[in-house]
C-alpha cells in the first residue's frame, strides 16, 4: 500500500475514534473517581484506608424514563452547579418525608409507613456484619466475653469466632448469650461497620467521634444444634430508651421475639410497654434438626427464614421505635440495643455460623426527628450510604451575601449592596484548613472572604468573619463585618434540600476499578 495513503488512513481511524470516544463522554458513558467517603460502602472513596473507586456511569439511563426510589443518580450540586455528586434517590416527587429511628418514612393525613421497601440487591448491600466482624477488627483470640457475654446458668466454650457450645445440668437451667451496648459493641451505628477487617481498621484509626445512635434494625443468622428439642429457644431484640412523649421522660420496652418450644412449633412476637402482645401464627420449627435460621427486624416488620425459606412474618409497625430515644450515649438512661440467643432444657447446645447484622442506619438532620421535607413536582431527596459522613438533602444550604461599590461584603439586604451572591453554605473553624466544599472561606491575617457562587465563579471580599467578639461559627450562627469596626450581620441562609429532575446526569453502572486489584463490580 502506498506510505502516504497508509499514513491518512491510520490518521483517520485514529480521528474517528477520538470523535467517538468524546462523543460517548458526553452523550452515553463516562468515568468519574469517587472522591469522598458519603457512600461507603457502596462506592469507596476513603483517604484513611487509600481506596478510591472509578465508577462507569451510563448518562442515558433516564433519558426514556423517571428516576425510581433507591436507585443511585449522579446529579449537578444545586449549590454548586459546576460539580458533580453521586447519591442515592431517597424521596420522589410528592412525597412528604420524615427521617426517625434510622428509617426514611413518607406521610399522608392519617397515616406514617416506611419508605417503599429497598429491592433486594439494595438491602443486601444495606446489611453490615457486626459480629464476627467487630472482633475480628479488633483481632480479638475470642469473642465471648468482649463482643458476647455469657448469662444464665451454663457455662459456654468458644472454639472459633460464630461457633459456641454449652452444657445444660438440668432442664431448668438457662444459657444465655448476650450481645449488646458497652461502648463498643452492641447494636449502634459505628461508621466502620460493614467493611473487610484492615479496611475497618484504618478507618476507624481516622474517624472522628461517631455520633452514635440506637440500630432497631438487625438480622440474626444462626444454625443451632441440640442433642434433644429444648425446652424452650428463644432469639430477642430487646430496646429500652426514655420515652420523650412523657414529662418525664418515662423507660420504655420494646422487644421482638422469635420462640420455640419442646412441640417442635414456634411464633414471632412483639411486646412493648403500654401494648399488648402481638404474634404471628404457630409454625412448625424443630431447632434440634440444626436449621439454619435467620430472625429480622427490618423496616417495621419481623419476620423469620429457615433453610432460605420465608416461614413466617408479623407487622410491627405499631412496635417501631421512631421517638428521639436512639441517641446513644446521651446523659443518663442511654438507649440500649440488646440480642440475646436463650435456650432453657436439659443437653448440649451448639451455635453455629452465628452471624448479627445491622441495617444502615439514617441519623436525622440538624433540624430534628420532627422535620418533614416535602419533595415537590420535578424534584427528588438524596441521601448517602454512610449517613455519617454524607452531606446529603439533609443538610445541604444555600448562603447569600451582598457586595458594597468597594468590593466589600456587607449584609444582602443593606443599601450599601449593589449585587447579591449565593453560593454553598459550609462552614469550617477558622484556623483549619478548609475542604474543596467549604464556604466562604475567610482569610483573617489579610482581612478577606473568598466566596464561591453557585456557577462558580470565586468572589476575594474584603470583610471580616465573625461578630464584635470574633467569634465565628456556621450555620444559623454565622456572621460577617464589612471591616473589623463593622458592625456584623448574618447573611441569608436558604435550605435547598432538592435537586431538579434536569439536573440529574446519569446512574453509576459497575466499579471498574477497585485498589489493589482490578474487578468489575455492579452498582445498587
Known amino acids: 500500500m502506498n506510505p502516504p495513503r497508509l499514513l491518512r488512513d491510520n490518521l483517520e481511524s485514529f480521528s474517528i475514534a477520538i470523535v467517538i470516544a ?3 463522554k458526553f452523550f452515553a458513558i463516562e468515568a468519574y473517581q469517587i472522591p469522598t467517603s458519603s457512600m461507603q460502602p457502596t462506592m469507596m472513596g476513603s483517604s484513611e484506608a487509600g481506596i478510591f473507586d472509578r465508577i462507569l456511569v451510563d448518562k442515558t439511563a433516564f433519558l426514556f424514563r423517571d428516576p425510581e426510589r433507591w436507585e443511585i443518580a449522579v446529579f449537578r450540586y444545586p449549590q454548586r452547579r459546576q460539580q458533580n455528586y453521586v447519591k442515592r434517590i431517597a424521596g420522589v416527587p410528592g412525597d412528604r418525608m420524615q427521617i426517625v429511628g434510622g428509617n426514611v418514612y413518607t406521610l399522608d393525613e392519617n397515616d406514617r409507613r416506611v419508605a417503599q421497601p429497598r429491592p433486594a440487591n439494595v438491602q443486601d448491600g444495606h446489611w453490615k456484619e457486626i459480629y464476627p466482624a467487630r472482633s475480628l477488627a479488633r483481632r480479638d483470640s ?15 466454650s468458644e472454639s472459633e469466632p460464630g461457633t459456641l457450645s454449652a452444657k445444660q445440668t438440668s432442664t431448668s437451667s438457662l444459657a444465655r448469650l448476650q450481645f449488646e451496648n458497652d461502648g463498643y459493641e452492641g447494636l449502634v451505628n459505628h461508621v466502620w461497620d460493614g467493611y473487610a477487617p484492615d479496611v475497618s481498621r484504618a478507618i476507624q484509626k481516622g474517624a472522628a467521634p461517631d455520633v452514635l445512635e440506637v440500630v432497631q434494625d438487625a438480622r440474626v443468622r444462626v444454625r443451632p444444634k441440640t442433642g434433644s428439642r429444648p425446652k424452650e429457644f428463644t432469639i430477642a431484640l430487646r430496646f429500652e430508651f426514655d420515652d420523650s412523649r412523657e414529662n418525664p421522660p418515662k423507660r420504655t420496652l420494646r422487644e421482638f421475639r422469635l420462640k420455640c418450644g419442646d412441640d417442635g412449633n414456634g411464633r ?80 448440649n447446645v451448639t451455635l453455629e455460623k452465628l452471624r448479627i447484622d445491622r441495617d444502615l442506619h439514617y441519623t436525622v438532620s440538624s433540624a430534628g426527628a420532627d422535620a ?40 444582602p439586604d443593606s443599601a450599601e449592596a449593589i449585587r447579591t451572591l449565593t453560593g454553598n453554605s459550609r462552614a469550617f473553624p477558622l484556623g483549619q484548613r478548609p475542604d474543596p466544599d467549604e464556604n466562604p472561606v475567610p482569610i483573617t491575617s489579610e482581612g478577606k472572604i473568598v466566596f464561591e457562587d453557585s456557577l462558580g465563579e470565586v468572589w476575594v471580599l474584603d470583610g471580616v468573619a465573625g461578630d464584635e467578639s470574633g467569634v465565628w461559627s456556621g450555620g444559623s450562627a454565622m456572621r460577617f463585618r464589612a471591616s473589623d469596626a463593622g458592625v456584623a450581620f448574618a447573611p441569608n441562609l436558604t435550605n435547598d434540600r432538592l435537586v431538579r429532575r434536569e439536573d440529574i446526569l446519569g446512574r453509576p453502572l459497575v466499579t471498574f476499578w477497585r485498589a489493589p486489584w482490578p474487578r468489575f463490580l455492579p452498582i445498587y
Open 372 to 411: 418533614v421535607f416535602v419533595v415537590t413536582e420535578d424534584h427528588y431527596f438524596m441521601l448517602g450510604d454512610n449517613t455519617l459522613q454524607s452531606v446529603d438533602s439533609r443538610e445541604w444550604e444555600s448562603v447569600t451575601i451582598g457586595v458594597d461599590a468597594e468590593g466589600r461584603i456587607v449584609a
Open 142 to 156: 475470642k469473642t465471648l466475653g468482649t463482643a458476647i457475654r455469657s448469662a444464665g446458668s451454663a457455662k459456654w
Open 22 to 24: 468524546i462523543l460517548m
Open 268 to 347: 414471632l412476637e412483639a411486646s412493648g410497654t403500654d401494648l399488648e402482645l402481638k404474634a404471628s401464627e404457630t409454625f412448625s420449627l424443630d431447632v434440634s434438626s440444626g436449621p439454619e435460621l435467620e430472625f429480622v427486624h427490618l423496616d417495621d416488620s419481623l419476620y423469620l427464614i429457615v433453610d432460605g425459606s420465608e416461614v413466617a412474618r408479623l407487622d410491627v409497625a405499631d412496635f417501631t421505635i421512631t421517638e428521639r430515644m436512639i441517641r446513644a450515649g446521651e446523659g443518663t438512661g442511654q438507649p440500649t440495643g440488646r440480642i440475646t440467643i436463650d435456650t432453657r432444657g436439659g443437653g
